[in-house]
């Protein structure tokens, strides 16, 4: 088999076996911390806002103030919360990206289609895995 033959080759099944990939929820334990905290500023942010319906045309204006400020905290915090895990979510695709890039450079000159295909299945599902958590939290088809 020739060379561009060959490259060719190892590109449809690179390109194949990522056709077959990218999602996954994470099971690292700081992913999982990051959405427990994002359940909880979401939580903090709903208590908040609901301040608002306690204001009344006799609330003072420092009131009002206070409630704004309580809004605007909780607020900054669930939009920090949110970056921690859109990070691990990058994260996760990244790493798993990284590892099939890694995998297809390290496939042997004579590898044939079946044996290229066949290793890289590892590493297409994990792309998968983390593609499908993206897409599922960005409310995807």
């Known amino acids: ?3 561009s033959t060959r490259m060719f080759a190892l590109s449809a ?3 194949a076996a990522l056709g ?4 996954a929820c994470s099971d690292s334990d700081d992913a999982s911390s990051n959405e427990a905290d994002a359940c909880a500023a979401i939580t903090d942010f709903r208590s908040a806002v609901s301040q608002i319906s306690s204001l009344s045309a006799e609330s003072t204006v420092d009131e009002i103030r206070s409630v704004r400020s ?11 919360s949110f970056d921690d895990v859109a990070d691990d979510r990058y ?25 290229a295909f066949a290793s890289l299945q590892e590493e297409a599902a994990a792309i998968e895995s983390a593609r499908t958590a993206v897409a599922d939290d960005l409310s995807c088809d």
């Open 13 to 15: 099944v690179a390109v």
């Open 70 to 80: 309580d809004v605007q905290k909780s607020y900054r915090g669930l939009v920090t």
């Open 20 to 23: 077959l990939t990218l999602s």
């Open 91 to 115: 994260a996760e695709l990244d790493d798993a990206f990284d590892a099939f890039d890694d995998s297809v450079d390290e496939l042997p000159d004579g590898a044939t289609l079946a044996e």
């Open 1 to 3: 088999m020739s060379h």
